[in-house]
């Protein structure tokens, strides 16, 4: 019988075994970009989340220095393993974000990060050499929201909503230790309410499969029924019921970053690390980019049509001599700016 069935046998049920393998060997990438204003405990949160310092030599500015700085990108990688699988995480933290007196617009650089990402790729991709091609597009944005107020400020609204179309934005309340449990729940329905009243399109957890686990679809309930999770980061491991853990220590009790009834810490990184890592880089590729990319051809298509018209014989501005080249290279620059002009009108 075991020689009947090892004749019927093929061998391509090994294949997701040989995916594994090279995936695990080629190692993984995600780039995360973390916005909202200073002092929310970005840096601190995403140093919980990977277990890294990535800001050893900040240098924290003064109310003075912040009223002129501008919003700037800055980018930190960092190669992390664990039981043989190797990531690299890159961080794009926006510095700057919403502390200037006037916030006008004040999101402007960091779409066109994001853009210029896509753009890369795009170039890279429709290159020669497309063997070793880096992914640096941004697969996933926390937006820090505060956890003081009564629901999302119009530069909220206005920042999720120039990038819904761009990246994945996952809204958090931020050092929600500030908050009671009563205070986190009416925020979170607020939240909600403003999200659905000004149509943002925040990341949508994937629907369940049917042949999931209980224990899974559970799981992705929770996970749906917490958003906006309401965070807590500390980098400091205090001393709590005889254990030593990661929380803040107050002069009445401990905050413990990890304990799922003090916070949703432990889901955001159930989310975006153990659940919905793929999913998040699958809709970066599958979606945002490939309507970037398809609006791109799309310009280009355009431009070549206006070039064909110029060198067709049927065209009423013949002969092409009459034109000297630098005129019409001229005309052609013209044209390409008015369009990239018409584009920017569309996205405000």
Same mark, same amino acid.
């Given at each position: 019988?075991?020689?009947?069935?090892?004749?019927?046998?093929?061998?391509?049920?090994?294949?997701?075994?040989?995916?594994?393998?090279?995936?695990?060997?080629?190692?993984?990438?995600?780039?995360?970009?973390?916005?909202?204003?200073?002092?929310?405990?970005?840096?601190?949160?995403?140093?919980?989340?990977?277990?890294? /310092?990535?800001?050893?030599?900040?240098?924290?500015?003064?109310?003075?220095?912040?009223?002129?700085?501008?919003?700037?990108?800055?980018?930190?990688?960092?190669?992390?393993?664990?039981?043989?699988?190797?990531?690299?995480?890159?961080?794009?933290?926006?510095?700057?974000?919403?502390?200037?007196? *006037?916030?006008?617009?004040?999101?402007?650089?960091?779409?066109?990060?994001?853009?210029?990402?896509?753009?890369?790729?795009?170039?890279?991709?429709?290159?020669?050499?497309?063997?070793?091609?880096?992914?640096?597009?941004?697969?996933?944005?926390?937006?820090?929201?505060?956890?003081?107020?009564?629901?999302?400020?119009?530069?909220?609204?206005?920042?999720?909503?120039?990038?819904?179309?761009?990246?994945?934005?996952?809204?958090?309340?931020?050092?929600?230790?500030?908050?009671? @449990?009563?205070?986190?729940?009416?925020?979170?329905?607020?939240?909600?309410?403003?999200?659905?009243?000004?149509?943002?399109?925040?990341?949508?957890?994937?629907?369940?499969?049917?042949?999931?686990?209980?224990?899974?679809?559970?799981? /992705?309930?929770?996970?749906?029924?917490?958003?906006?999770?309401?965070?807590?980061?500390?980098?400091?491991?205090?001393?709590?019921?005889?254990?030593?853990?990661?929380?803040?220590?107050?002069?009445?009790?401990?905050?413990?970053?990890?304990? @799922?009834?003090?916070?949703?810490?432990?889901?955001?990184?159930?989310?975006?690390?153990?659940?919905?890592?793929?999913?998040?880089?699958?809709?970066?590729?599958?979606?945002?980019?490939?309507?970037?990319?398809?609006?791109?051809?799309? *310009?280009?298509?355009?431009?070549?049509?206006?070039?064909?018209?110029?060198?067709?014989?049927?065209?009423?501005?013949?002969?092409?001599?009459?034109? @000297?080249? @630098?005129?019409?290279?001229?005309?052609?620059?013209?044209?390409?700016?008015?369009?990239?002009?018409?584009?920017?009108?569309?996205?405000?």
């Amino acid at each position: 019988i075991s020689q009947t069935s090892e004749k019927e046998y093929v061998g391509f049920a090994t294949l997701p075994n040989q995916v594994h393998r090279k995936s695990v060997k080629k190692g993984f990438d995600f780039t995360l970009m973390v916005a909202g204003e200073s002092g929310l405990g970005k840096s601190t949160l995403v140093n919980s989340l990977f277990l890294t /310092d990535l800001h050893k030599d900040r240098k924290l500015l003064n109310a003075e220095e912040r009223i002129r700085q501008t919003v700037e990108i800055t980018k930190h990688t960092v190669d992390i393993e664990e039981k043989g699988v190797k990531l690299k995480l890159t961080i794009v933290d926006t510095p700057g974000f919403g502390d200037a007196v *006037n916030n006008t617009e004040c999101w402007r650089p960091i779409t066109q990060y994001i853009d210029q990402q896509f753009e890369q790729y795009f170039r890279d991709e429709s290159g020669l050499n497309r063997k070793n091609i880096q992914d640096n597009r941004v697969h996933c944005c926390l937006y820090f929201i505060p956890p003081f107020g009564h629901g999302l400020r119009p530069v909220d609204i206005e920042f999720m909503k120039a990038l819904q179309d761009k990246v994945n934005v996952v809204p958090l309340i931020a050092k929600a230790d500030c908050l009671t @449990p009563l205070e986190i729940k009416k925020l979170k329905e607020r939240l909600r309410e403003e999200i659905d009243k000004y149509g943002i399109k925040i990341y949508q957890f994937p629907d369940c499969d049917s042949d999931e686990d209980e224990e899974f679809k559970q799981q /992705d309930k929770d996970l749906k029924e917490s958003t906006p999770f309401a965070v807590i980061g500390s980098n400091t491991v205090v001393e709590a019921r005889g254990q030593r853990v990661r929380g803040r220590l107050y002069p009445w009790g401990i905050v413990e970053v990890e304990n @799922p009834s003090h916070c949703d810490f432990v889901k955001l990184r159930t989310m975006l690390i153990r659940t919905h890592m793929h999913d998040l880089k699958d809709i970066t590729s599958d979606c945002h980019y490939e309507n970037y990319r398809a609006q791109c051809i799309q *310009n280009m298509t355009r431009c070549v049509e206006m070039m064909s018209v110029f060198h067709s014989p049927l065209a009423p501005l013949s002969p092409p001599c009459v034109y @000297p080249a @630098p005129l019409q290279l001229r005309r052609m620059q013209q044209m390409l700016q008015k369009m990239q002009q018409q584009m920017h009108e569309q996205e405000l």
